[in-house]
């Protein structure tokens, strides 16, 4: 972290070798479930799918580029884009991980060249001919790159093969409508068709009010095939990011077989502030904060994001032995 010297996030960084270690431990001592393969072919299956290939390659840092800095959130520092850049948005002073898009997240987590974009199939629909709504969906479309909240697909990290699908909060605060709920639901069941694992990261804000009912039934849909992955024995790992709360973190965001989060994360069904008005209680300080829910079991690990690719690659390689051995 030359131009700070020894910041925190070094720290926290050396302190990340022992977190490592010890979700390590905890994996192998938990009983990783069986795919089941049978004979799948893997390709033969894959060709099934209605796949778009997406080239994930390194960032070019424009001379514009080296002239923008970016206001940290956590401690109000001005920090160079390119440097911000090279930490994976994570704040090279305090720490704090930044939000960053559903594409730059799925960047980070695959390996160069190996993502195939999920296509989505979901029609565009206004149940309650809310205002305004197809049309801001559709500029989001275009503003992000992506097809609605969700960005999944098959691909590789360090060469273990997986289905991933990464949550987009740059996607109307990640909100869960009709498409968000079928493209979730969908990433379960072309990894229970692939025999792959499924790694969900979660970013939302919870139901998409311009939906409705339909927005909250999103939540059971979801739920049901999480169980159903389950039941045919496939892995999932969820890793919850700032913020998920809402919907998302009642229905598939918590059901996984291995939780991870990023430090900091705000996880929870309602906003502190609500829960504080209506018992009339002070909240305990940290509440509602991946390192609380840590401590009370609720997330197996926390992991930093400059951690996480490596993490999901030795727990999916543990898988695959175990898979093998079988
Ligand atoms: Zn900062």
Not at 171 to 199: C, H, Q, R, Y
Request: proline fraction near 4%; charge should be positive; hydrophobic fraction near 35%.
């Amino acid at each position: 972290m030359g131009i700070f010297g020894k910041s925190k996030i070094d720290e926290r960084f050396s302190d990340s070798d022992r977190s490592r270690r010890t979700v390590r431990s905890r994996i192998k001592s938990r009983i990783i479930h069986n795919n089941g393969t049978g004979n799948i072919n893997l390709e033969d299956a894959m060709n099934q799918v209605s796949l778009e290939p997406e080239k994930y390659t390194p960032e070019v840092v424009s001379d514009a580029d080296k002239e923008v800095s970016v206001t940290c959130s956590g401690c109000n520092e001005e920090i160079p884009i390119t440097l911000m850049r090279r930490n994976l948005y994570v704040c090279p002073k305090c720490g704090k991980h930044l939000k960053i898009s559903a594409k730059r997240r799925m960047r980070n987590i695959v390996d160069p060249g190996t993502f195939r974009r999920l296509k989505c199939s979901v029609p565009f629909v206004n149940p309650l001919d809310y205002p305004e709504y197809d049309e801001k969906i559709s500029q989001l479309k275009d503003k992000t790159g992506l097809d609605e909240g969700v960005l999944s697909g098959v691909g590789e990290i360090e060469g273990e093969k997986a289905v991933i699908a990464v949550m987009g909060s740059e996607f109307l605060m990640g909100s869960m409508g009709i498409a968000v709920g079928e493209m979730i639901t969908n990433s379960f069941e072309v990894a229970d068709k692939l025999k792959l694992p499924l790694i969900i990261f979660t970013a939302s804000g919870g139901a998409r009010m311009q939906e409705g009912i339909l927005s909250l039934m999103q939540m059971a849909k979801t739920s049901a095939a999480a169980k159903k992955f389950s039941e045919h024995g496939g892995l999932y790992i969820s890793c919850l990011t700032h913020p998920t709360t809402g919907g998302v973190s009642a229905s598939f965001a918590t059901l996984a077989d291995i939780t991870l989060a990023e430090p900091g994360a705000l996880i929870g069904f309602a906003g502190p502030r609500v829960i504080e008005q209506t018992i009339g209680q002070k909240l305990p300080e940290g509440f509602q904060r991946a390192e609380y829910l840590e401590t009370h079991g609720f997330i197996d690990q926390i992991v930093d994001r400059k951690d996480m690719r490596e993490v999901l690659a030795h727990i999916l390689r543990l898988h695959d032995k175990k898979r093998r051995s079988k």
